[in-house]
């Protein structure tokens, strides 16, 4: 797969933010086009969850853009990523502690409700048609998840594991074009991480996937393409042959781990 032959879905340009005289991203580009698996990565605090809250319309650039389908989004907000077609995970798991298992999933098959997600889970005007259609869908991607025996269950009474692959079933439901995950691998250890990683690749066939990760192995794993940002800038940027090469990305992940280990 290579990431210069088909138009991005969603692209970074010039992105500039600064937290009072921080600078966290300086002119920061990025591009991820559909059936794509783009990989962001850095040591820590290079800015990564910064660029990934700027493409979510959490933080604010002070230059550059953000350009979905060729469209420049203007003040676009988190809430408005599920209309155009965008899902994400966060870091943790961020499943509704007062819903089930698959009401969690049915939520986030918003976008596939024709008539409104407010009704549909009170049980209120006449959309039982759809209910049902949301409920055997997100039943049918909790199934493929390997969690259906949890459906009826309050999450916060499952294994981490299972939470995890419920917060991602409820993040696909809705066949997004667009899967943005933070750091999906985070808690996560030997089996479940190779079975994440096998199923973001099979993500990658049908959407556009941006990964944070700070999994190397997986990242250079699964990934078609890789962006690393040092100090808000990227350093490096190509497949993960390209990456694993390039002296500056070793040296910047050195140099975090030196900073990391000294005494001062
Ligand atoms: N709201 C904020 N206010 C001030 N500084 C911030 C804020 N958010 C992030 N920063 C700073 O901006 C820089 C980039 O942080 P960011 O969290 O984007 O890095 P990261 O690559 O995601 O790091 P990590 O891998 O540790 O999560 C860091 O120096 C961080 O301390």
Redesign the pocket.
């Given at each position: 797969m290579t990431t210069t032959t088909l138009a991005p879905l969603l692209r970074a340009e010039g992105v500039t933010?600064r937290?009072?005289g921080?600078l966290?991203?300086g002119d920061v580009g990025l591009a991820v086009p559909p059936g794509t698996v783009v990989g962001l990565i850095?040591?820590?605090?290079?800015?990564?969850?910064?660029?990934?809250?700027v493409l979510s319309g959490v933080?604010r650039p002070q230059q550059g853009r953000v350009v979905w389908k060729g469209r420049p989004l203007r003040g676009h907000r988190p809430h408005h990523l599920a209309g155009l077609g965008i899902a994400r995970t966060l870091?943790g798991l961020n499943l509704f502690p007062g819903l089930s298992v698959l009401d969690n999933v049915i939520v986030g098959a918003d976008r596939l409700a024709g008539g409104g997600m407010p009704a549909m889970l009170t049980g209120l005007g006449g959309y039982q048609r759809d209910e049902r259609r949301l409920r055997d869908k997100a039943m049918a991607v909790l199934e493929d998840f390997g969690v259906a025996d949890a459906a009826h269950a309050m999450p916060q009474t499952l294994p981490y594991g299972v939470q995890k692959r419920a917060a991602l079933a409820r993040a696909v439901v809705a066949e997004p074009e667009l899967l943005m995950l933070d750091?999906p691998a985070s808690g996560l250890s030997g089996a479940d991480i190779t079975e994440l990683g096998d199923r973001i690749r099979a993500f990658g066939r049908r959407m556009g996937v941006l990964l944070?990760e700070?999994h190397m192995d997986l990242v250079m794993g699964i990934c078609d393409h890789i962006v690393v940002?040092n100090f808000?800038e990227v350093i490096a940027s190509g497949s993960p042959a390209v990456i694993r090469a390039d002296p500056a990305v070793a040296q910047a992940y050195l140099g975090a781990s030196v900073r990391e280990g000294s005494d001062d």
């Open positions: 933010v937290f009072g921080l966290a991203l850095g040591p820590n605090g290079a800015g990564k969850t910064t660029l990934f809250n933080v870091q750091e944070v700070h940002l808000g």
